[in-house]
């Protein structure tokens, strides 16, 4: 870089970013669809609800998902998926029908804030590249028309790996190879008040380093000053690779002459398991990573470049992705398993409340939906019988005898036993037609054993639900296809009770 260049590329530095400044950041989650059992709508939005989560991307416009968010407040980033890129660069018509479908269907009562034309397109399609500026354009003009324009933001996202000399990070700048199309995208950018979107990932800087970054470096931990890492051309302080990136891309855009486009963090995270050539991806590395993050951004610390500057970020991602291919890393960033509970629990101690539930006490076992009656009832039966469940609450005059169903009834006597063996594992199965869910399934004067927020006792019994892998007979459940609860059933249960009072 000429030394004039960079002498003014300094200066700018100093430039403060007066609309970000204003605000407050938030941190939000990604929600990928990649599981084997992925939850529904519903029980998504209900995991988000009990997390205060008030902010989500999304990889699409899932409309399932667009309406089940309707009502709640909380602020939705949608994606226009890589695959329909070209179509919508290509056509202001077909960007006009896709704002129409996606997003004018859903707001008001969705609050969509935001939307991604693409994910990483330079370094994933770049034979898009040349009309990704014009679908940016055409969506934006759709929104326009809409009067939506000041409400709802367009970007799209992109790799840190666009920047290139990123260390220093005031001698920063992007792969001069994209200047067709980043200089264009951060007028587009400038001119409608929209911002960068930046994927950061400390993991993979750390992991290609080959040592050179020291882990707790990349995890946000304390450093000695003697340890952090010192710009020797604005003599800023860096104490973390997270913010060494950000302000790669501030420089960046500085030396193309742009100083007041901010940046949101669309993506950040660290795997919670890996291969054996990823030491580092483990539950407390991830753990300490996301916390540390969480805090950083919360605390409105900025980076050494704009201090104060909110630099909001979504966490890489709610739910392990297990349907993933690639390294086992690659299914292991989430913060939650598909049931909502969660892999691990954050250290957000006097960090406010968004992701500081722990969620293991809210989780309960239902019956399946659409499972055979026969298989349901005598799941049931072994529940209230070898599996000593107290059944009396669905006799008949009791809180939960209604709905008087299978359905309703074996949802009752499995969360009561799920709950009794302390939500052990293989505890909400019953051969195959119980499923753990985050919602509760409490109604009106029926209280679920899982509401009550106990973990139960496990204790010392033979008597385990049997799974859909038994196969011994001694595991196989007693059949009755005629009353939801056996008749001799209720008469063991009343009769072990008066027994024990």
Same mark, same amino acid.
């Given at each position: 870089?000429?030394?004039?260049?960079?002498?003014?590329?300094?200066?700018?530095?100093?430039?403060?970013l007066p609309a970000m400044a204003l605000q407050d950041?938030?941190?939000?989650?990604?929600?990928?669809?990649?599981?084997?059992?992925?939850?529904?709508?519903?029980?998504?939005?209900?995991?988000?609800?009990?997390?205060?989560?008030?902010?989500?991307?999304?990889?699409?416009?899932?409309?399932?998902?667009?309406?089940?968010?309707?009502?709640?407040?909380?602020?939705?980033?949608?994606?226009v998926p890589n695959q329909q890129l070209l179509a919508?660069?290509?056509?202001?018509?077909?960007?006009?029908?896709?704002?129409?479908?996606?997003?004018?269907?859903?707001?008001?009562?969705?609050?969509?804030?935001?939307?991604?034309?693409?994910?990483?397109?330079?370094?994933?399609?770049?034979?898009?590249?040349?009309?990704?500026?014009?679908?940016?354009?055409?969506?934006?003009?759709?929104?326009?028309?809409?009067?939506?324009?000041?409400?709802?933001?367009?970007?799209?996202?992109?790799?840190?790996?666009?920047?290139?000399?990123?260390?220093?990070?005031?001698?920063?700048?992007?792969?001069?190879?994209?200047?067709?199309?980043?200089?264009?995208?951060?007028?587009?950018?400038?001119?409608?008040?929209?911002?960068?979107?930046?994927?950061?990932?400390?993991?993979?800087?750390?992991?290609?380093?080959?040592?050179?970054?020291?882990?707790?470096?990349?995890?946000?931990?304390?450093?000695?000053?003697?340890?952090?890492?010192?710009?020797?051309?604005?003599?800023?302080?860096?104490?973390?690779?997270?913010?060494?990136?950000?302000?790669?891309?501030?420089?960046?855009?500085?030396? @193309?002459?742009?100083?007041?486009? #901010?940046?949101? $963090?669309?993506? !950040? *995270?660290?795997?919670?398991?890996?291969?054996?050539? %990823? /030491?580092?991806?483990?539950?407390?590395?991830?753990?300490?990573?996301?916390?540390?993050?969480?805090?950083?951004?919360?605390?409105?610390?900025?980076?050494?470049?704009?201090?104060?500057?909110?630099?909001?970020?979504?966490?890489?991602?709610?739910?392990?992705?297990?349907?993933?291919?690639?390294?086992?890393?690659?299914?292991?960033?989430?913060?939650?398993?598909?049931?909502?509970?969660p892999i691990y629990v954050l250290h957000l101690t006097?960090?406010?409340?968004?992701?500081?539930?722990?969620?293991?006490?809210?989780?309960?076992?239902?019956?399946?939906?659409?499972?055979?009656?026969?298989?349901?009832?005598?799941? @049931?039966?072994?529940?209230?019988? #070898?599996?000593? $469940?107290?059944? !009396? *609450?669905?006799?008949?005059?009791?809180?939960?005898? %209604? /709905?008087?169903?299978?359905?309703?009834?074996?949802?009752?006597?499995?969360?009561?036993?799920?709950?009794?063996?302390?939500?052990?594992?293989?505890?909400?199965?019953?051969?195959?037609?119980?499923?753990?869910?985050?919602?509760?399934?409490?109604?009106?004067?029926?209280?679920?054993?899982?509401?009550?927020?106990?973990?139960?006792?496990?204790?010392?019994?033979?008597?385990?639900?049997?799974?859909?892998?038994?196969?011994?007979?001694?595991?196989?459940?007693?059949?009755?296809?005629?009353?939801?609860?056996?008749?001799?059933?209720?008469?063991?249960?009343?009769?072990?009770?008066?027994?024990?009072?």
């Amino acid at each position: 870089m000429a030394p004039w260049r960079l002498m003014a590329v300094i200066f700018l530095h100093l430039l403060p970013l007066p609309a970000m400044a204003l605000q407050d950041a938030f941190v939000g989650v990604n929600i990928g669809t990649a599981l084997t059992d992925m939850p529904n709508p519903t029980q998504v939005v209900t995991l988000l609800k009990a997390q205060q989560i008030r902010h989500v991307r999304l990889y699409d416009a899932d409309p399932a998902m667009l309406t089940v968010l309707a009502g709640t407040g909380i602020r939705v980033t949608v994606s226009v998926p890589n695959q329909q890129l070209l179509a919508i660069g290509q056509s202001n018509a077909t960007a006009a029908n896709w704002v129409a479908r996606n997003i004018l269907t859903h707001v008001p009562a969705t609050n969509i804030t935001a939307i991604s034309v693409g994910s990483e397109v330079l370094t994933t399609i770049p034979n898009a590249a040349p009309v990704l500026v014009s679908a940016l354009q055409y969506i934006h003009a759709a929104l326009i028309a809409a009067r939506l324009d000041s409400h709802i933001k367009v970007s799209t996202t992109h790799s840190s790996s666009i920047i290139l000399d990123s260390f220093p990070p005031s001698q920063a700048f992007f792969n001069r190879t994209w200047d067709p199309v980043m200089i264009p995208l951060l007028k587009f950018l400038q001119s409608t008040g929209s911002y960068l979107m930046l994927n950061v990932y400390p993991y993979y800087d750390y992991q290609q380093s080959h040592d050179a970054i020291p882990l707790d470096y990349a995890l946000f931990r304390p450093l000695p000053p003697n340890k952090e890492a010192v710009d020797s051309n604005t003599l800023l302080h860096y104490t973390n690779v997270f913010d060494a990136v950000v302000d790669a891309a501030y420089f960046a855009m500085s030396y @193309l002459n742009f100083t007041n486009v #901010p940046i949101v $963090v669309t993506e !950040s *995270g660290w795997p919670s398991k890996g291969n054996s050539n %990823e /030491p580092d991806a483990t539950l407390d590395n991830a753990n300490t990573y996301n916390s540390n993050l969480i805090k950083h951004v919360l605390n409105n610390t900025g980076t050494p470049k704009h201090p104060g500057v909110a630099v909001s970020t979504f966490i890489y991602e709610l739910y392990n992705e297990d349907a993933r291919t690639g390294a086992v890393s690659e299914k292991n960033w989430g913060l939650f398993y598909a049931t909502g509970r969660p892999i691990y629990v954050l250290h957000l101690t006097g960090s406010g409340t968004m992701l500081a539930n722990d969620t293991t006490n809210q989780t309960y076992c239902v019956a399946k939906d659409g499972v055979d009656r026969k298989m349901l009832q005598a799941a @049931l039966d072994w529940a209230c019988g #070898p599996g000593k $469940v107290d059944c !009396s *609450g669905m006799v008949q005059g009791a809180p939960c005898y %209604e /709905p008087d169903t299978v359905v309703a009834h074996a949802s009752y006597a499995f969360d009561a036993y799920y709950h009794k063996m302390a939500m052990a594992e293989g505890t909400c199965d019953f051969k195959g037609v119980a499923t753990i869910t985050t919602t509760d399934p409490s109604h009106g004067g029926c209280i679920f054993p899982g509401s009550n927020g106990s973990n139960g006792t496990f204790i010392n019994s033979t008597s385990l639900a049997p799974s859909s892998n038994s196969t011994s007979s001694g595991s196989s459940f007693p059949f009755h296809a005629s009353n939801s609860i056996s008749c001799m059933t209720i008469f063991a249960v009343l009769f072990l009770s008066a027994v024990y009072l």
